[in-house]
Protein backbone atom coordinates (compact mmCIF):
# COMPACT_ATOMS: atom_id res chain seq x y z
CA UNK A 1 0.00 0.00 0.00
CA UNK A 2 1.54 3.57 -0.99
CA UNK A 3 1.47 6.29 1.60
CA UNK A 4 -0.96 8.96 1.73
CA UNK A 5 -3.47 6.51 0.03
CA UNK A 6 -6.21 5.58 2.99
CA UNK A 7 -8.07 2.29 2.48
CA UNK A 8 -11.49 2.16 3.37
CA UNK A 9 -13.86 -0.65 4.49
CA UNK A 10 -16.70 -0.89 2.03
CA UNK A 11 -19.29 1.82 4.30
CA UNK A 12 -22.85 2.83 3.51
CA UNK A 13 -24.04 5.17 4.68
CA UNK A 14 -28.02 5.04 5.85
CA UNK A 15 -28.22 8.61 5.80
CA UNK A 16 -28.30 8.23 1.60
CA UNK A 17 -30.49 5.95 1.65
CA UNK A 18 -33.13 7.35 3.04
CA UNK A 19 -34.19 9.63 -0.60
CA UNK A 20 -33.19 6.23 -3.01
CA UNK A 21 -31.56 3.05 -3.00
CA UNK A 22 -27.77 3.12 -3.01
CA UNK A 23 -25.73 2.23 -6.19
CA UNK A 24 -22.00 0.64 -5.78
CA UNK A 25 -19.09 -0.44 -7.87
CA UNK A 26 -15.72 -0.72 -7.15
CA UNK A 27 -13.05 -2.40 -5.92
CA UNK A 28 -12.11 -3.32 -2.29
CA UNK A 29 -8.50 -4.19 -1.22
CA UNK A 30 -7.70 -7.51 -0.89
CA UNK A 31 -5.75 -6.58 2.64
CA UNK A 32 -9.10 -5.45 4.02
CA UNK A 33 -11.11 -8.55 3.46
CA UNK A 34 -8.21 -10.23 5.49
CA UNK A 35 -8.01 -13.74 3.42
CA UNK A 36 -4.72 -14.21 3.18
CA UNK A 37 -3.62 -17.54 5.76
CA UNK A 38 -6.94 -18.68 5.83
CA UNK A 39 -6.12 -21.42 3.44
CA UNK A 40 -2.35 -22.37 3.09
CA UNK A 41 -3.32 -23.52 -0.92
CA UNK A 42 -5.66 -20.62 -1.68
CA UNK A 43 -3.95 -17.39 -2.08
CA UNK A 44 -5.49 -13.91 -3.09
CA UNK A 45 -3.66 -11.03 -4.82
CA UNK A 46 -5.88 -9.11 -6.75
CA UNK A 47 -8.96 -6.37 -5.22
CA UNK A 48 -12.48 -7.99 -4.56
CA UNK A 49 -14.90 -6.32 -7.55
CA UNK A 50 -17.86 -5.11 -6.18
CA UNK A 51 -20.96 -3.89 -7.77
CA UNK A 52 -23.94 -3.86 -5.34
CA UNK A 53 -27.68 -1.95 -4.71
CA UNK A 54 -28.19 -1.22 -1.30
CA UNK A 55 -31.94 -0.62 -0.35
CA UNK A 56 -33.31 0.54 2.98
CA UNK A 57 -36.15 -0.27 4.47
CA UNK A 58 -38.22 0.55 7.72
CA UNK A 59 -35.62 -1.95 10.30
CA UNK A 60 -33.34 -3.40 7.77
CA UNK A 61 -30.89 -3.00 5.40
CA UNK A 62 -30.88 -5.33 1.81
CA UNK A 63 -27.41 -5.50 -0.13
CA UNK A 64 -27.65 -7.27 -3.18
CA UNK A 65 -25.41 -7.77 -6.24
CA UNK A 66 -22.58 -9.47 -7.36
CA UNK A 67 -18.63 -9.83 -6.14
CA UNK A 68 -15.73 -11.17 -7.85
CA UNK A 69 -12.84 -12.43 -6.67
CA UNK A 70 -9.49 -13.98 -8.51
CA UNK A 71 -7.74 -16.56 -6.74
CA UNK A 72 -4.39 -18.03 -7.12
CA UNK A 73 -4.99 -21.88 -5.47
CA UNK A 74 -2.47 -24.88 -5.40
CA UNK A 75 -3.68 -28.24 -6.23
CA UNK A 76 -4.38 -30.69 -3.35
CA UNK A 77 -2.79 -33.41 -5.36
CA UNK A 78 0.12 -32.19 -7.30
CA UNK A 79 0.39 -28.70 -5.64
CA UNK A 80 0.54 -27.39 -9.10
CA UNK A 81 -0.72 -23.41 -9.20
CA UNK A 82 -4.80 -23.26 -10.44
CA UNK A 83 -5.93 -20.38 -10.98
CA UNK A 84 -9.40 -19.64 -9.91
CA UNK A 85 -12.23 -17.34 -10.61
CA UNK A 86 -14.86 -16.94 -7.11
CA UNK A 87 -17.90 -15.64 -9.04
CA UNK A 88 -21.13 -14.37 -6.28
CA UNK A 89 -23.22 -13.26 -8.82
CA UNK A 90 -26.44 -13.49 -7.34
CA UNK A 91 -25.01 -12.40 -3.15
CA UNK A 92 -27.71 -11.00 -1.11
CA UNK A 93 -26.88 -10.10 2.26
CA UNK A 94 -30.05 -9.03 4.86
CA UNK A 95 -29.16 -6.96 7.64
CA UNK A 96 -31.09 -6.17 10.59
CA UNK A 97 -31.17 -3.00 12.55
CA UNK A 98 -32.78 -5.23 15.73
CA UNK A 99 -33.04 -8.13 17.11
CA UNK A 100 -30.31 -10.71 17.98
CA UNK A 101 -28.49 -10.51 14.11
CA UNK A 102 -28.63 -6.47 14.48
CA UNK A 103 -26.10 -5.06 12.56
CA UNK A 104 -23.21 -2.14 14.00
CA UNK A 105 -23.84 1.39 12.94
CA UNK A 106 -21.26 3.31 13.54
CA UNK A 107 -21.46 7.37 12.73
CA UNK A 108 -24.63 6.41 10.86
CA UNK A 109 -22.51 4.04 8.75
CA UNK A 110 -22.36 -0.02 8.45
CA UNK A 111 -19.69 -1.50 6.74
CA UNK A 112 -20.38 -4.57 4.48
CA UNK A 113 -16.79 -6.00 4.64
CA UNK A 114 -17.40 -8.89 7.77
CA UNK A 115 -19.96 -9.88 6.02
CA UNK A 116 -18.58 -10.48 2.33
CA UNK A 117 -15.39 -11.87 4.03
CA UNK A 118 -17.64 -14.30 5.97
CA UNK A 119 -19.64 -14.87 2.25
CA UNK A 120 -15.90 -15.30 0.42
CA UNK A 121 -14.94 -18.10 3.18
CA UNK A 122 -17.80 -20.56 2.68
CA UNK A 123 -17.35 -20.05 -0.93
CA UNK A 124 -13.44 -20.98 -0.81
CA UNK A 125 -12.72 -24.05 -3.56
CA UNK A 126 -12.69 -26.96 -0.57
CA UNK A 127 -10.53 -29.22 -2.54
CA UNK A 128 -9.01 -27.09 -5.45
CA UNK A 129 -7.45 -29.41 -8.15
CA UNK A 130 -5.65 -28.69 -11.46
CA UNK A 131 -7.63 -31.31 -13.55
CA UNK A 132 -10.31 -34.15 -12.22
CA UNK A 133 -7.83 -36.74 -13.38
CA UNK A 134 -4.10 -35.38 -11.44
CA UNK A 135 -2.66 -38.51 -10.20
CA UNK A 136 -0.93 -36.15 -7.73
CA UNK A 137 2.81 -36.94 -6.54
CA UNK A 138 1.60 -40.34 -5.76
CA UNK A 139 2.83 -42.21 -9.08
CA UNK A 140 6.58 -39.94 -8.48
CA UNK A 141 6.75 -41.47 -4.88
CA UNK A 142 6.36 -44.35 -5.93
CA UNK A 143 8.41 -44.71 -8.32
CA UNK A 144 11.22 -43.21 -6.05
CA UNK A 145 10.40 -46.26 -3.63
CA UNK A 146 10.82 -48.87 -5.75
CA UNK A 147 13.94 -51.40 -5.52
CA UNK A 148 17.35 -49.75 -6.99
CA UNK A 149 15.06 -46.50 -7.28
CA UNK A 150 16.84 -43.95 -5.92
CA UNK A 151 18.30 -46.09 -2.60
CA UNK A 152 15.63 -44.36 -0.53
CA UNK A 153 13.73 -47.83 -0.51
CA UNK A 154 16.99 -49.72 1.11
CA UNK A 155 17.16 -47.01 3.46
CA UNK A 156 13.25 -47.29 4.46
CA UNK A 157 13.71 -50.99 4.95
CA UNK A 158 16.56 -50.90 6.70
CA UNK A 159 15.07 -48.84 9.53
CA UNK A 160 12.41 -51.20 9.63
CA UNK A 161 14.36 -54.44 9.97
CA UNK A 162 16.10 -53.01 12.75
CA UNK A 163 12.84 -51.77 14.59
CA UNK A 164 11.50 -55.60 13.90
CA UNK A 165 14.53 -56.49 15.67
CA UNK A 166 13.51 -54.91 18.99
CA UNK A 167 13.09 -56.80 21.92
CA UNK A 168 10.00 -55.34 24.13
Same mark, same amino acid.
Given at each position: ??? $??????????????? /??????? $????????????????????????????????? /??? #??? $???? &????????????????? #?? &?? %????????????????????????????? %????????????????? $??????? %???????????????????? #?? /?? /? &?
Amino acid at each position: MEK $GIQVMSLLVNLRHLE /KKNLLLT $GELPVELLELEGVDELIHVQLPLKYDLEIQKFE /KSI #LAQ $GSLE &LSLQCECVRCLKPVPWR #LD &LS %DWACHLPFEGEEKVTIANDCVDLTPYIRE %DILLSFPQHPLCKPECT $GLTSTLQ %DKLKPGGNGQSQMASSAWTV #LD /KL /K &L
